[in-house]
């Protein structure tokens, strides 16, 4: 499986961004697909998940509210809209998808904001 996420930029507080992350592989329909990011000097933290189907989804306090996860298995593409974007959203976006007891990762995209 590779994934390749785009998306990520400089943007001004308040600002939104949409990620996008697309997957190879006939089956995306049976990923589990979520985003982590990782700030200089943190650890990776789990953003957002999706289940394969779409029908559970699961967002970190932090950005509830702000973030939607959503995915588009006909396009083989997860999504990641952030909205009210804050300067401690600054970090490298990474998609991950986890297929049986695999995890797969994308290369990340930076998200930058400025206040």
């Known amino acids: 499986v590779q994934l390749q996420a785009s998306g990520g930029g400089l943007v001004q507080a308040g600002g939104s961004l949409r990620l996008s992350c697309a997957a190879s592989g006939r089956t995306f329909s049976n990923y589990h697909m979520g985003w982590f990011r990782q700030a200089p000097g943190k650890e990776r933290e789990i953003v957002a998940l999706?289940?394969?189907?779409?029908?559970?989804?699961y967002i970190i306090d932090s950005v509830k509210g702000r973030f939607t996860i959503s995915r588009d298995n006909a396009k083989n593409t997860v999504y990641l809209q952030m909205n009210s974007l804050k300067p401690e959203d600054t970090a490298v976006y990474y998609c991950?998808?986890?297929?049986?007891?695999?995890?797969?990762w994308g290369q990340g995209t930076q998200v930058t904001v400025s206040s």
């Open positions: 999706i289940s394969a189907s779409a029908v559970n989804t």
């Open positions: 991950s998808a986890r297929v049986r007891a695999n995890i797969y």
